[in-house]
């Protein structure tokens, strides 16, 4: 059987294709999996942060955009694990006094609330923030949001299987093949073929396409996540310190997810350490006291790590890579919350329903490019 489309990868991005696919009843659609399920490698990992607080204007439409996504995947499902609306503070030093006052003013140009906060009105809106240096300033954000990538994605896998969308979950693409009427896609013995094909295999799609001869310019590093247990609880929103980069997400009633540990060097997705390193163990529990004293008594639950797509430019990388073949990669870091946005785009673009050429992946070669943090606040890394 010939596929009109067929999608490699079940995360935010290749799920969220899927569904997009499935609802403009283009013909048959096949979305391919190697894990059992949907969402169980990047996505799954991810602290969950969306934010506008983003330093590109095209970020700021496609956390919007992803938002609704967010949204109507939580009323149609029913499923409240969704989307939390927590709210998020960033703290800095005063010497980033300006640069926050321009992004508030910013967000606030856009109709989105932001508002600049002194120490007094921060420890008066969470009084548990009893160490911060008395200098501290905050961003408060409250239209920000938590987000549950896995739940989210089965929703949207859900429906879309509900309106025709074939799967192969457990099912390992080896290989991609370019034909003169389309792409060959194999995995094993079996074979498929299709009209167009989109990789959104996350930190493996440089490896998939370099099995048709083409390289893209991605390279994945390593990000690191703690789960905290505070026994007394707590009561915070989402935060994020410019100055160490350690961000806190609520995670239940006793649960602190916290992380920092950014490694900016290249790993293969095949081969990478998926549990956090000595030095992020030893030290995170140590960073979150600095905010507060009530983490004096917290412990370290459990630890993870999975793999982000560094590009050179911190753009995704979004298009065709040959005649009828496509990706959707290069997330830099902050994914979930462009997700839903970048995954109804690629598979629009390879539904000839929409262009962007500024995401062409193909814009820079591949090189040995440094990898940078994607979410910044700063636009000049
Ligand atoms: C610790 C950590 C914290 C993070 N926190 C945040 C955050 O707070 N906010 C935020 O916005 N982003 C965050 N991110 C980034 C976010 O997780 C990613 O940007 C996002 O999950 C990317 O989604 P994806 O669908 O592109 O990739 P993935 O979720 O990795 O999906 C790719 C899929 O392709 C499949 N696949 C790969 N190769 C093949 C093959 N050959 N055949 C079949 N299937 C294949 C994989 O199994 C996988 O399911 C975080 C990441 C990490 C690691």
Aim: charged share 20%; aromatic share 8%; with cysteine.
């Amino acid at each position: 059987m010939e596929y009109e489309l067929i999608v490699i990868g079940a995360g935010v991005w290749g799920t969220t294709a899927a569904h997009t696919a499935s609802q403009l009843g283009i013909g048959p659609v096949l979305l391919v999996e190697k894990n059992p399920g949907v969402a169980q490698e990047s996505s799954s990992k991810a602290g969950g942060i969306v934010t506008d607080l983003v330093w590109h204007p095209d970020d700021i439409e496609w956390v919007q955009r992803s938002r609704i996504l967010y949204e109507r995947a939580l009323q149609s499902s029913g499923d409240a694990s969704i989307l939390q609306p927590y709210g998020m503070l960033t703290l800095a030093h005063p010497n980033r006094e300006t640069l926050l006052g321009e992004r508030a003013r910013h967000l606030r140009e856009k109709g989105i609330p932001a508002e600049t906060w002194d120490l007094a009105t921060i420890q008066q809106h969470y009084p548990e923030l009893d160490r911060l240096a008395s200098d501290t300033i905050g961003l408060w954000t409250p239209r920000d949001f938590h987000v549950n990538p896995t739940a989210y994605s089965e929703a949207a896998f859900r429906e879309a299987r509900s309106l025709g969308l074939e799967a192969r979950l457990g099912t390992r693409v080896d290989r991609v093949e370019p034909t003169a009427n389309g792409v060959r896609v194999i995995a094993g013995d079996e074979v498929w073929t299709a009209r167009r094909v989109l990789v959104a295999a996350g930190t493996w799609s440089r490896n998939l396409l370099d099995t048709a001869g083409i390289r893209i310019p991605l390279r994945p590093y390593r990000v690191q996540l703690s789960s905290l247990d505070l026994p007394n609880g707590y009561h915070l929103p989402m935060l994020w310190d410019l100055d160490t980069d350690v961000y806190l997400v609520p995670d239940g009633p006793h649960n602190l997810l916290a992380g920092d540990g950014t490694r900016l060097f290249e790993h293969d997705p095949d081969n990478y350490q998926t549990t956090g390193d000595d030095e992020f163990i030893a030290n995170i529990a140590d960073q979150v006291t600095r905010f507060m004293s009530t983490a004096d008594t917290a412990g370290l639950r459990s630890s993870w790590a999975g793999l982000c797509g560094g590009t050179p430019d911190r753009r995704p990388l979004i298009g065709s890579v040959a005649p009828g073949l496509y990706v959707a990669a290069g997330d830099q870091g902050f994914g979930v919350m462009r997700g839903p946005a970048l995954g109804e785009l690629a598979a629009r673009v390879a539904l000839d329903q929409a262009e962007a050429p500024a995401l062409n992946p193909l814009r820079e070669p591949f090189s040995e490019f440094p990898i940078r943090p994607g979410f910044t606040l700063e636009d000049d890394l």
